[in-house]
């Protein structure tokens, strides 16, 4: 077996990196600009969003989670994540070498908790994946209907890519993924009274129906800003898969 090279172990690792507005990997975003691995510096990691006004905040999230699921890594020595052509690049980079935190590099301005924010994004993420899975259900089961839904449990939903992506959301949580525990539940696990489903229902899909929207969006952003990404983003199921070009280099 061929030993993975200290690049290949980078990228891997960036797989479960999230943007969390949008809830997809960065690497499947191509926000990846480049991964280097030098024997003298170390690894050194340049991300690229689709704008230079993206959210700071969202910016240091993902560099942030970047630098400590690449510090993580065996023998991976000293790590270096740089934000490329951001309005606050230099303060963000600045406080990500010197291990600052949100609020060292921040300061005033970092008006909640990093964690606060996390969470907010998360729940999120959870509607969404509620809703897809529901509604993949409904379309398998016609005779289903959404007044039903209240009743439908995590051991009534299919295998799937969504089931799987709805397990992980509730797991990240801390909300329970047991067969039989209620699929249609609110941020801390209580499951909305019956009357109360096709409200909650039709909120989920909004939140999903966002998430998904600003997904496309940013995508074709970041292939306006930087053409060569479009060979480094993986094709969403929805969309067409983007014409291959060579890989951007950074400078």
Do not use: W
Not at 115 to 134: G, N
Not at 141 to 152: G, Q
């Amino acid at each position: 077996m061929l030993t993975q090279s200290l690049e290949q172990r980078a990228r891997q690792a960036l797989n479960v990196v999230l943007d969390p507005e949008l809830d997809e990997p960065i690497t499947d975003l191509g926000f990846v600009r480049s991964v280097e691995a030098d024997p003298d510096r170390g690894l050194t990691v340049h991300l690229r969003l689709p704008t230079s006004f993206c959210s700071p905040n969202f910016a240091y999230l993902m560099a942030s989670d970047a630098k400590d699921v690449l510090a993580a890594l065996p023998d991976v020595g000293s790590v270096t994540v740089l934000l490329d052509d951001h309005h606050d690049s230099d303060l963000i980079n600045r406080g990500l070498a010197a291990d600052a935190g949100y609020r060292g590099t921040f300061g005033d301005e970092a008006e909640e908790s990093l964690e606060r924010l996390r969470l907010v994004f998360r729940r999120k993420a959870h509607a969404a994946a509620m809703e897809r899975a529901l509604t993949a259900l409904l379309r398998q089961a016609p005779a289903l209907t959404e007044d039903k839904l209240h009743d439908v449990v995590l051991g009534d939903l299919p295998d799937t890519a969504a089931t799987r992506a709805l397990l992980r959301r509730r797991e990240a949580l801390g909300l329970g993924t047991a067969p039989s525990e209620p699929v249609l539940v609110d941020d801390d696990g209580h499951p909305f009274p019956p009357g109360e489903v096709p409200l909650r229902l039709r909120y989920a899909r909004a939140v999903r129906i966002s998430i998904d929207g600003n997904a496309h969006f940013c995508r074709g952003l970041l292939r306006t800003r930087y053409p060569q990404a479009a060979a480094d983003q993986s094709p969403r199921a929805t969309d067409p898969r983007p014409a291959p070009l060579a890989r951007e280099k950074a400078s």
